[in-house]
């Protein structure tokens, strides 16, 4: 299942510089725009990979992993 999410970017000078709404913590800056959304891209997926394994850590065993939709 592939998730989206909402990038907001902008030129500063000779920079760009994003964020990931929905994720705080998640922001770059690059030179190009093009480089600003891969790093986004890289910078959320592992984010969400080093959230799930500190949650999944944090509850220890015997947990259990439901789907949630907002």
Same mark, same amino acid.
């Given at each position: 299942m592939k998730q989206t999410y909402t990038a907001v970017v902008k030129q500063d000078e000779n920079q760009w510089i994003g964020w990931i709404e929905e994720v705080p913590g998640v922001n770059c800056q @690059?030179?190009? /725009? @093009?480089e600003l959304l891969e790093s986004l891209r890289v910078t959320l997926a592992e984010a969400? @990979?080093?959230? /799930?394994t500190e949650a999944r850590s944090a509850a220890g065993k015997g947990y259990e992993e439901l789907l949630i939709a907002v």
């Open positions: @690059e030179s190009t /725009r @093009e969400i @990979e080093f959230n /799930r």
